[in-house]
């Protein structure tokens, strides 16, 4: 579904992804881990196809959806027309928004009619409770996990089929955190496609079916999760064993 062929970016002078390669397949749950600059959210925006100074350029290397490259994709249509929706690392909501108008917001390139909108709208309220709670409050009021579960919702919202996850569970208490991971698995069972960026390196490989681990900017181990967990030098590095 979706394919990063030896992809090399820049950031000026200096090169951030060094010959990144992997494969996410329709329905998976794809895991990125590694350590605070290893290249997991550059390869994020370099796919959702983000302008400097967000991502960096692409200098060597493709980018494919269903088999076709999007390096010349608008970001604008990465979402409208490819229907892959991006989560950020640290949520980037419209603090001086309600809930609900944040939610309604992210629907403003789709072409149905109100009546799905708000079919949907009560889907996001059903999967996140405390949203529907919450849906009259400015965004910045809400806690950080409320928050993230705002930011997601938001990305359901735009009928997305692939959902990007930057550090999803930064800054959550270990409740939600688990709470919102048990949500995304929920997700993935009824159809929707996964890459998730994590440092939480266990968490990441308990949710995941399949891994890829990061190291300054390049990919250095791969496997299915149980292999991983496996690794000796994953586990060493990552799993604390």
């Known amino acids: 579904m979706l394919s990063v062929e030896n992809l090399h970016v820049r950031y000026g002078n200096i090169e951030a992804l060094h010959g990144v390669s992997f494969t996410l397949e329709r329905g998976e749950i794809v895991t990125l881990i590694g350590a605070n600059g290893a290249g997991k959210t550059t390869t994020l925006h370099s796919i959702m196809r983000l302008p400097p100074p967000e991502a960096p ?19 604008h249509d990465v979402v409208r027309r490819l229907g892959i929706g991006l989560v950020p690392e640290g949520r980037r909501i419209f603090g001086n928004l309600t809930v609900q108008e944040n939610l309604t917001l992210a629907t403003y390139a789709r072409k149905d009619d109100s009546a799905a909108v708000q079919q949907d709208l009560g889907r996001v309220f059903e ?3 405390r949203l529907k709670e919450r849906q009259r409050q400015l965004a ?17 919202m735009s009928r997305c ?6 550090e999803p569970s930064m800054g959550l208490a270990p409740l939600l955190m688990f709470d919102m991971f048990r949500t995304l698995k929920h997700l993935n069972e009824e159809g929707l496609t996964i890459l998730v960026v994590e440092q939480n390196a266990k968490v990441a490989l308990d949710f995941a079916h399949r891994g890829y681990v ?4 390049a990919i250095v181990a791969e496997g299915t999760s149980a292999e991983l967990r496996a690794d000796p030098s994953v586990k060493k590095a990552y799993l604390g064993g």
């Not at 950080?144 to 359901?156: C, I, K, P």
């Not at 089929?161 to 930057?166: A, G, N, R, S, Y």
Request: aromatic content about 4%; proline content about 4%.
């Open 57 to 75: 350029r692409v200098t060597q290397g493709d980018i494919r959806f269903e088999g076709a490259s999007i390096l010349g994709v608008e970001p």
């Open 127 to 129: 999967l996140f409770p």
């Open 140 to 156: 910045d009021s809400l806690s950080g996990g409320e928050q993230q579960m705002l930011a997601v919702g938001r990305a359901l």
């Open 161 to 166: 089929e692939v959902i990007l996850l930057d």
């Open 214 to 217: 990061m190291d300054t900017g």
